[in-house]
C-alpha cells in the first residue's frame, strides 16, 4: 500500500454513460497526475495538478475527459459519452515537488474500466 | 519527443539466476529515469529512482544503472526468486520536468 487509493477497483459501464473516478494522493503531496494504461502498455500521462492548478494536459485528453482537484486534496476524473476504447486502467500517482523534474511518483491500485 | 523502449518484452529464468532488463531512451535530456514493478491488475510500486547526475542505484538486491549520455539504463537481479515475477517498467521524466513517459516494460517469470 503505497498510501493513494482510488475508487472505485473496477467500474463496467454500458457505452455513451458518464463515469467519474477519485483519487486521494498522500497528504502532504501536492503534485497529483492521472495516467491510462491499456494491456501491454506502459501508463500513458493525461494530466496532472500543482495544488489546485491543472498544469498540463496530454493530447490524449479528449474533451470527453476533465479532471478537477478542489482545494488542492483529492481529485475527480470524469469521462462522459464513453467509448469502448475508454476501456482501460486509470491510475493515479502523487508526489512533492522539491527540486526542479520529477521525484519519486507514488501510485494508486488503479480503476479498471471496461465499457460495453 | 521522447520513446522509451524495453528489451526484453519477456524473460523466463529459474531461480537463482541473475539477470539484467534494458531500457533505452531516445532523449539524453532527462532529469530522472525511475524503475517500477507491477504485479498483475495492480498498480506500480516504484523501485529505484536515478538522478540525472547519479550514475546507479541499489536496494537490496537489485542494482540500476544509468547512461544519460547513451540513453541507456539497465536494472540487474541478483539471485532472482519467483516472488521477482511481476512486470518491472521504466520510465523517464519528459523535458518539461512534468509526467513520465513509460516503456511497454519487461515481463519477468521466475521458476521455482
Known amino acids: 500500500d503505497t498510501g493513494v487509493s482510488q475508487d472505485p477497483r473496477h467500474k463496467i459501464t454500458k457505452r455513451g454513460q458518464n463515469v467519474t473516478f477519485r483519487c486521494d494522493p498522500i497528504?502532504?503531496?501536492?503534485?497529483l497526475y492521472w495516467y491510462r494504461q491499456t494491456l501491454g502498455q506502459g501508463p500513458e500521462f493525461l494530466t496532472y495538478?500543482?495544488?489546485?492548478?491543472?498544469?498540463?494536459k496530454s493530447r490524449l485528453l479528449s474533451d470527453r475527459f476533465s479532471a478537477e482537484r478542489p482545494k488542492g486534496s483529492f481529485s475527480t476524473l470524469e469521462i462522459q459519452r464513453t467509448e469502448q476504447g475508454d476501456s482501460a486502467m486509470y491510475l493515479c500517482?502523487?508526489?512533492?515537488?522539491?527540486?526542479?523534474?520529477?521525484?519519486?511518483?507514488?501510485f494508486g491500485p488503479g480503476t479498471r474500466l471496461t465499457v460495453l | 519527443k521522447q520513446e522509451v523502449t524495453q528489451i526484453p518484452a519477456a524473460l523466463s529464468v529459474p531461480e537463482g539466476e541473475n539477470l539484467v532488463l534494458n531500457c533505452s531512451f531516445t532523449?539524453?535530456?532527462?532529469?530522472?529515469l525511475q524503475w517500477f514493478r507491477q504485479d498483475p491488475g495492480k498498480g506500480l510500486t516504484s523501485l529505484l529512482l536515478?538522478?540525472?547526475?547519479?550514475r546507479e542505484q541499489t536496494s537490496g538486491r537489485l542494482n540500476a544503472s544509468l547512461d544519460k549520455s547513451s540513453g541507456r539504463s539497465t536494472l540487474y537481479i541478483a539471485a532472482s526468486q519467483p516472488g521477482d515475477s511481476a512486470t518491472y517498467l521504466c520510465?523517464?521524466?519528459?523535458?518539461?520536468?512534468?509526467?513520465?513517459?513509460f516503456g511497454k516494460g519487461t515481463t519477468l517469470s521466475v521458476s521455482s
Open positions: 495538478f500543482q495544488n489546485e492548478a491543472q498544469l498540463e
Open positions: 520510465a523517464v521524466d519528459n523535458q518539461a520536468g512534468t509526467a513520465l513517459i
Open positions: 532523449d539524453s535530456a532527462i532529469y530522472n
Open positions: 500517482a502523487s508526489t512533492i515537488a522539491r527540486t526542479a523534474g520529477t521525484d519519486t511518483q507514488y
Open positions: 536515478i538522478q540525472s547526475s547519479q
Open positions: 497528504s502532504e503531496h501536492n503534485r
